[in-house]
């Protein structure tokens, strides 16, 4: 049984840093390309990076410079940091597994991905 849990958000004030974690149990985790994603309040999912197995890592337009995805294989866990946090960065951010090793084109998709965690929420205040 595959288990994906996020951790590490909170409120934090606009500039500031979190780091988040996610942990997936239940499958082979360097199998899996890996990826974030965040729903912010009346609007819809959207995709904010992905990471292959080897660590290359792709991010969407608004997150650029800030944001750092990575992963640890040896310890089945994905990290999100987030630096030069904004108001508008707040959002259940989300983490999710797919059965394939790399990020395709198509990455933000939702369902390009095959296993989610539950949400960790982010809030930044101004």
């Known amino acids: 049984q595959v288990q994906v849990v996020e951790s590490g958000g909170g409120l934090v004030q606009a500039g500031g840093s979190l780091r988040l974690s996610c942990t997936a149990s239940?499958?082979?985790?360097?199998?899996?390309?890996m990826g974030w994603f965040r729903q912010a309040s009346g609007k819809e999912r959207e995709g904010v990076s992905c990471?292959?197995?080897?660590?290359?890592?792709t991010y969407t337009d608004s997150v650029k410079g800030r944001f750092t995805i990575s992963r640890d294989n040896a310890k089945n866990t994905l990290y999100l940091q987030m630096n030069g946090l904004k108001p508008e960065d707040t959002a259940m951010y989300y983490c999710?597994?797919?059965?394939?090793?790399?990020?395709?084109?198509?990455?933000?998709?939702?369902?390009?991905?095959?296993?989610w965690g539950q949400g960790t929420q982010v809030t930044v205040s101004s």
């Open positions: 239940g499958l082979t985790f360097d199998d899996h390309a």
């Open positions: 990471i292959n197995w080897r660590g290359g890592a």
């Open positions: 999710a597994a797919k059965r394939e090793d790399y990020c395709s084109g198509s990455w933000s998709r939702s369902d390009e991905y095959n296993y």
